[in-house]
């Protein structure tokens, strides 16, 4: 997993490779081993490379083909690398190095675009064609990658990381309104291709790009995620369960691929602990499982250790717990903020954050439980959804953390317009493939809510401290499989029935049959002493009054009582504004 960044000028005049280089610098945490820049005319191509496939110089980026006439950056790690080399060696491929890095040329050479429907991984990358000067850009299924991009003034820019294309002043810093709408209602997700910028835009999951000369832009889908039964599928609970367990053991199996030694991030919660099991039931060796708790607050516990030391001391694992207390906690926020691509509202930010930074200390790769409850059902907000008859209010209703009507109560009135939030859900419902309500709510959340929050606060949070997180939930295959499962199977229990049921042949049932958690981080959660000044700081300080993007009003009202106004998910209303703000004065805008 790495950084990568360019840029492509249709104005008559060569790259910038400092301003390619300034970008990757700010990345550098992304890639500590190495970095590396390749120009000719008007590309210049720029990565920073965190070394776990092919330790060598042969695997360094960007990576350049000379028989083939191909150039590549590339973030990410096709699992399924050594596989495709054998076929492609079949056809003829010379390989040079071991990194799935030159698999993916060869494969572009094979099989040309089409090549993104072979990978088993997760990727974002930028392949550019010598003689015809054409480059090929691709994100993988899920979103699990980033890739931002801005085409302003001739030039068209991407990166791995959103402030990287403010380097400079370049880009334009206007506030895209669409975008702010769904950061205030649709739990701070804001879908792609938008960001809180006009200028900024992101590659949507399952997505691929191709860029002429001339500066002609043509984007198309290659993967969507289809519910409903096929012909061939598991009969009945049981074979439901058979086929969730090979799947998950497959999508782990799959995650050990590289040089480096791989631990596990256990909350001590049925998936993280289901990941331990299965690479347990592998045989790796020496396994390392991190957790990370905080202070209580009032009646709210900070930390789950007893359930992640259970799970360690069943599978012998070398086990860190890593405690955090308010005062390291609120040091730490300004560099989670600047960690962060975009302003991220969950409480557990900080959490992955100082996490991750412990992990690094002892391994460069991690696999993480992220996605199993948008996949198989875990939400709470799900089995109301089985009988809907207005699925799109009864989805916003638990969902958003404003209605419209608060929303206008909460910005300046020149930004409020639509309600634009509810107009998406509304559209993507009708669109989506599938038929049933709680379908169509799984099918957003999949797709959507999980790219832009949990997915994206793990990469963001782990690259920070150049720690590679990998995510079995969101293996494709596990996703489509789960996809197929029918409705009750999967929200039984309440929510990840099919799941648990397969779970308790590897897990203890006291992990399985605990009430379900979260990442606890109470401190930002009830905002009080030092973290309510913060806020107050924050939200009520030149910066915050000259950008006026919220009413003064509002903000005071919800500084009077802050731990009154939670959302319906039971976030802050408080911290969410002030992360917009902070990150808006992180990233000097």
Known sequence: MCGIAGEIRFDGAAADTGRVQRMLDLMSARGPDDDGLVAQGPVALGHRRLAIVDLSERGAQPMRDQELGLTIVFNGCIYNHDELRRRLSGKGYRFFSRSDTEVILKAYHAW??????????MFAFCLREHDSGRLFLARDRLGIKPLYYSHEAGVFRFASALPALLRDGLASKALDPVALHHYMSFHSVVPAPRTLLQSIRKLAPGCRMRIETDGTIREERYWSLEFGAREGDPQGAEEWEDAVLESMRQAVRRRLTGDVPVGVLLSGGLDSSLITGLLAREGVPHLNTFTVGFEDVGKEEGNEFRYSDLVAQTFGTEHHQVFIDSSTLLKHLPGCFSAMAEPMVSHDNIGFYLLSREVSKHVKVVQSGQGADEVFGGYHWYPPLLESRDPVADYARVFFDRDHAEF??????????????????ADWFDSAAATAPVDKALHIDTNVMLVDDPVKRVDNMTMAWGLEARTPFLDHEVVELAARCPAPLKLAQEGKGVLKEAARRVIPDGVIDRPKGYFPVPALKYLRGESLEMVRDALTGRA??????????????????????????RGSKLWQLAVFELWMQTHGI
């Open 544 to 569: 915050a009054r000259e950008r006026g993007v919220f009413n003064p009003a509002y903000v005071e009202r919800l500084l009077q009582a802050p731990e009154e106004h939670l959302t319906p998910l």
């Open 408 to 425: 206008a109560e909460a910005v300046h009135p020149d930004l409020v317009e639509r309600d634009f939030s509810r107009e998406f859900v």
């Open 112 to 121: 040309g675009e089409r090549c993104v429907e072979e990978f088993k991984g």
